[in-house]
């Protein structure tokens, strides 16, 4: 596929991760934010999250989601801003458009679908909120859209409350779901000439991963089959997370002949009785098994086990830290790569899979308004008029 050009008016996770997976590409990025208002510091609030790295606009929470991209700041809220906007879309022959801003604001800001496409038929527009444009008002936050959707009831100990999750899922739920979507509408794009609107609702998107539990409710399910149960899985017997006499290890029986060659090692051989062959039996038998299986795990250290496990091909891992999981081989090298201006590297999270056209190290990225003249220069505005623009702050 050939390098496409996204114009995003991003801001937070959710959208900067589905643009950076464009940049991972070779496509250009060039993430737009707004003007200063007087209201706080400029542009994208996750520009001042986190320790300082560099400067006081590029701080580490904001590092990884933005490597890659250029970036303007436009003044929306004035019609020259609007129609300024409107010509980098033809100027700069813009494949796709981006927001994730809440959908009341589309058209105060000339970014709706409608005035954008009259200006580009062939645009891609797509845009992120928290539940979709038949709410316009209500804003999409991560650990919010958890707590609606029920991912918090169903995570954490079933004696202990509701807890998020360790990863801002919805967030990169929602980014994976502009990604995929657009690949789709390019293709279509590609057969007909035509472009399209995408609306991702983190809600729905979220709320389409509940697919070992939401279905249950027509199955006249127990209460206990769509809560919280710590680290057991709700089926499988045993899967949990067992205690070792040096810290912790993750096992996953998935089936009966996998609990019959985890009763054949010595070690657990006293876990095992008739009538634990199956799993259904095992079902009846849960909280006794999961006692039994600690009373054993606890008395060996993780290596051991692990050494059991790998010779009897049983599902399982040690608890990996965030350096452990950097660490391993199979992520080490992996890994995609930035660097600061002074050359110093910095490793980021591997892309999601390989392509031929990925490249593994993207520039530093960018100060707030950094390509602003750049990016206007491109688009045929002589110097007088940008300085013009930057006086009336249109721009900055």
């Not at 794009?189 to 979220?206: F, H, N, P, Y």
């Not at 009897?312 to 790569?337: G, W, Y």
Request: net charge negative.
């Amino acid at each position: 596929m050939k390098p496409r050009t996204v114009l995003s008016m991003e801001q937070a996770l959710s959208l900067p991760y589905a643009t950076l997976r464009f940049a991972q590409l070779g496509w250009r990025v060039i993430r737009i934010e707004s003007t200063p208002s007087g209201d706080g510091l400029p542009g994208d609030p996750n520009r001042y999250i986190g320790g300082k790295v560099l400067d006081d606009d590029r701080r580490s929470y904001f590092i990884a989601p933005n490597a890659g991209k250029e970036a303007i700041a436009l003044n929306l809220k004035e019609p020259r801003g609007q129609a300024l906007l409107r010509r980098l879309l033809v100027e700069l022959d813009v494949d796709i458009f981006c927001c994730n801003t809440v959908p009341r604001r589309y058209k105060q800001l000339g970014i709706d679908y409608e005035t954008l496409a009259a200006a580009k038929p062939d645009l891609i527009w797509a845009g992120i909120s928290a539940m979709g444009p038949e709410y316009p008002d209500a804003p999409g936050y991560d650990p919010v859209i958890q707590a609606m959707v029920g991912y918090m009831e169903l995570t954490g100990p079933a004696d202990g409350p509701p807890t998020l999750s360790g990863v801002p899922l919805v967030d990169l739920k929602a980014g994976d779901e502009v990604y995929t979507n657009v690949m789709m509408a390019l293709a279509e794009r590609a057969e007909t000439g035509k472009g399209s609107r995408i609306d991702v609702s983190m809600l729905q998107a979220a709320a389409s991963w509940l697919i070992t539990t939401l279905p249950l409710l027509d199955f006249d399910c127990q209460p206990g089959e769509i809560t919280r149960c710590g680290n057991e899985h709700r089926k499988f017997i045993p899967t949990n997370v067992y205690p070792t006499a040096d810290g912790f290890i993750y096992m996953a029986i998935g089936s009966d002949v996998q609990w019959k060659r985890l009763t054949d090692i010595p070690k657990f051989a006293a876990v095992g009785s008739p009538s634990r062959a199956t799993n259904e039996g095992r079902q009846r038998e849960r909280e006794a098994i999961h006692r039994d299986m600690a009373a054993q795990t606890r008395q060996y250290a993780t290596a051991e086990i692990a050494a059991d496990f790998r010779q009897a091909t049983i599902p399982h891992a040690p608890i990996h830290d965030i350096p452990a999981v950097r660490d391993m081989e199979a992520v080490a090298r992996k890994l995609t790569l930035t660097r600061m201006p002074g050359g110093k590297p910095v490793r980021m999270q591997p892309m999601a899979v390989d392509l031929p056209a990925m490249t593994q190290e993207l520039s530093f990225p960018p100060k707030y308004g950094q390509h602003t003249r750049a990016v206007l220069k491109e688009a045929g505005c002589a110097d007088d008029e940008i300085a013009l623009l930057e006086q009336q702050r249109i721009i900055a």
